[in-house]
């Protein structure tokens, strides 16, 4: 059974930090690219970042630079570093497991929620 957890979401103050967690389950994570997505209430889910099996990491113009992800194959865990937050940033966030055979199936974590406000 696959399940990706993430966790770290909160409430956080505009310009503050969070580091958002994945951790994966029931899969080769080592043959997973990983990604993380957002959905904002009333706005469809959109792409941040993806860090492939080898580690090359592509981001989303709205977050090249406050955003860092990264991953360890040690933990099968991916991680998404938020810096500078931006109440825009304020969306729940998923995790995303994708084959590097693009026939196979993808998974889903459940989602963290991010809110940034004073």
């Known amino acids: 059974q696959v399940q990706l957890v993430e966790s770290g979401g909160g409430l956080v103050q505009p310009g503050g930090s969070l580091r958002l967690s994945c951790a994966a389950s029931?899969?080769?994570?080592?043959?997973?690219?990983m990604g993380w997505y957002r959905q904002a209430p009333g706005e469809q889910r959109e792409w941040v970042a993806t860090?492939?099996?080898?580690?090359?990491?592509n981001y989303a113009d709205s977050v090249k630079g406050r955003f860092t992800i990264s991953r360890d194959n040690a933990k099968n865990t991916v991680y998404l570093q938020i810096n500078s937050l931006k109440p825009e940033d304020t969306a729940v966030y998923y995790c995303n497991a994708r084959h590097i055979i693009v026939s196979r199936p993808d998974y889903w974590g459940q989602g963290t929620q991010v809110t940034v406000s004073s």
């Open positions: 860090i492939s099996n080898s580690g090359s990491t």
């Open positions: 029931g899969i080769t994570f080592s043959i997973y690219h």
